[in-house]
């Protein structure tokens, strides 16, 4: 089924050598200009929102410094955008987009940076913006409000199992790395993506260097199977593309939508270890669907990872440190189901998340996540919300003992958490302009 679904390795490198000669030609084309347009020069536009939360987390496993019955307060997804946008007198429009992430410690402060083209030919971006992996997707997970379930302020709070997945992005997504994307016209309701990332490791102004990736959160990574941040593999020629398909019929709307991933992964820690481990290829796909009818959304989506960024024998070892029988596993796959009811100025929304994998052979690390969120636009740009969260994740003594090798060799005390369960209540403002 794999086979069938993931496209072929060569078809998609034509694709992206399709990309980047048509972006040739359109940089160097003329496009006529047309009588009912007017040029208009760059203009700058400023919005941004920032988001102030609650959480109150109680659960079993309090290691890692995430315990006790005070609550966490955060600063949570806090950004400010500048975009100048243009517009030729053939109709064309051209924009340059900065966003920068302005909440306390950030780092990177720049999250995103690119040029954008738009026309007849579709749109093309250049530069640190998301893939059409991260963009193209809707399902049962994006119809939540709140803190974003999993996605979102969980992840500050909660304990996760070692070696579950998070199971909201696949292994492989580039992130915002530094890439070319490409969006097709939409024709009947159908559009195709393609992104080019050469170096799923590379961000801003990092010079060309392919012999070891990245810490920056920003950058493609796989954290769930190499917990160590700065130690997480990276990919090179990744190639993702993407489509989807959007209707809507008088007070019915339906859209569905794809994407899949492949790029050569590698693994080169940087705690000294001078050595670049091949990994198994990144092979990936992404599904999903929603249906609407007047006030009500209801989505599912699905997500398999192969054997994507997996040691490729049971006997790679790192500074000593043996991934196990790893390579005998999976990369996990996910599944979810969501739906929304909006009236007036309410939201209610609620999804279920589940993740599976297989560490080795025979064991598996897996996740139930139940999210139920309330979201309440109190004024114009100010909206109040609240999350709850049900969640178990559950793993195996082989894991916990791979993850915590890991962990004492970075030397900061982590541990590596066996299975763990808990209610977390979040409340939260979103100021927005």
Do not use: C
């Not at 939409?186 to 012999?211: A, C, H, M, W």
């Not at 917990?227 to 993702?240: D, E, M, Q, S, W």
């Not at 989807?244 to 339906?254: C, D, L, Q, V």
């Amino acid at each position: 089924m794999e086979k069938s679904i993931i496209m072929n390795q060569t078809i998609l490198k034509n694709v992206a050598k399709t990309m980047v000669t048509a972006v040739a030609l359109l940089s160097f084309s003329t496009w006529e200009a047309a009588a009912d347009n007017v040029a208009q020069p760059p203009s700058l536009k400023i919005n941004g929102y920032t988001i102030f939360t609650t959480a109150l987390a109680k659960q079993q496993r309090r290691d890692n410094g995430k315990g006790g019955p005070q609550p966490h307060m955060g600063i949570g997804a806090s950004d400010l955008s500048f975009t100048a946008a243009g517009k030729a007198a053939n109709g064309m429009e051209y924009q340059y987009m900065v966003n920068f992430q302005t909440y306390p410690g950030a780092s990177p402060y720049v999250d995103q940076n690119y040029v954008q083209l738009r026309g007849d030919f579709g749109t093309v971006q250049g530069g640190n913006v998301d893939g059409v992996e991260g963009t193209m997707i809707s399902d049962g997970a994006s119809l939540i409000g709140g803190a974003n379930g999993i996605d979102g302020s969980l992840n500050d709070v909660y304990n996760f199992s070692a070696g579950v997945i998070k199971g909201v992005d696949n292994i492989g997504d580039s992130g915002k790395s530094t890439k070319m994307a490409f969006y097709s016209p939409e024709v009947q309701g159908v559009q195709i993506g393609v992104s080019y990332t050469p170096n799923t490791g590379r961000f801003g102004d990092d010079k060309l260097q392919n012999n070891y990736g990245s810490s920056d959160s920003n950058t493609g990574n796989g954290s769930a199977l190499y917990p160590i941040k700065g130690h997480t593999p990276y990919g090179l020629r990744n190639v993702a593309v993407g489509i989807s398909f959007k209707k809507a019929i008088e007070k019915w709307n339906y859209g569905l939508s794809a994407a899949a991933i492949t790029d050569k992964s590698y693994y080169a820690p940087s705690n000294g270890d001078q050595t670049r481990y091949t990994l198994n290829r990144t092979k990936a796909y992404q599904l999903g669907a929603v249906v609407g009818y007047e006030r009500v959304q209801v989505g599912a989506g699905y997500l398999d990872n192969g054997k994507s960024r997996l040691p490729q024998n049971s006997e790679m070892k790192v500074n000593g440190i043996s991934f196990g029988n790893t390579a005998l596993g999976n990369a996990g796959k996910a599944w979810n189901l969501g739906a929304s009811y909006t009236v007036g100025a309410y939201k209610f929304a609620a999804a279920y998340h589940r993740t599976d994998r297989k560490t080795d052979l025979t064991n598996k690390a897996t996740s139930d996540i139940y999210t139920a969120t309330v979201d309440v636009n109190a004024l114009q740009g100010l909206k109040v919300f609240g999350e709850v969260d049900l969640i178990s994740s559950k793993t195996n003594q082989a894991a916990v003992a791979v993850h915590q090798s890991l962990y004492d060799k970075d030397g900061k005390g982590a541990k590596a958490v066996p299975s763990n369960s808990a209610a977390v209540f979040i409340l939260g403002t979103k100021v927005s302009f």
